[in-house]
């Protein structure tokens, strides 16, 4: 669970940031490379950061699932965490994904400046 807290943490600074971004190149023609490199750092940092928060989820709840099938002994205790685990890596693979395209677009748009 608090992995899909911190998850959710980071989309959203993500997307803070995408729409920043955005709302900057469309109303500003003419612009530096710093100016255009601005908060880039973060989503570099949210590109990194989500994957590997999805992989904690992934081991998190595996070892939930495990330790409550050691408890209980039934095959339905290992799905709730099987299905924690996928939902992290999910999300953490669809952050990181979503942010690499738009980091990609911004950097060429930060290199291309005048």
Not at 19 to 24: A, D, G, I, S
Not at 82 to 106: H, M, S
């Amino acid at each position: 669970m608090v992995v899909l807290v911190l998850l959710g943490l980071c989309s959203v600074v993500s997307l803070a940031v995408i729409l920043e971004r955005l709302v900057f190149f469309w109303t500003h023609k003419k612009y530096t490379s710093k100016a255009a490199e601005r908060y880039l750092y973060l989503l570099s940092t949210m590109i990194s950061i989500a994957p590997l928060l999805g992989i904690l989820g992934t081991v998190w709840g595996i070892m939930q699932a495990f330790g409550g099938y050691s408890l209980q002994g039934d095959m339905q205790s290992i799905a709730g965490g099987i299905a924690v685990a996928l939902q992290t890596t999910a999300a953490g693979l669809l952050i990181a994904l979503t942010d690499l395209v738009f980091y990609n677009y911004f950097a060429h748009k930060a290199d291309n400046a005048q």
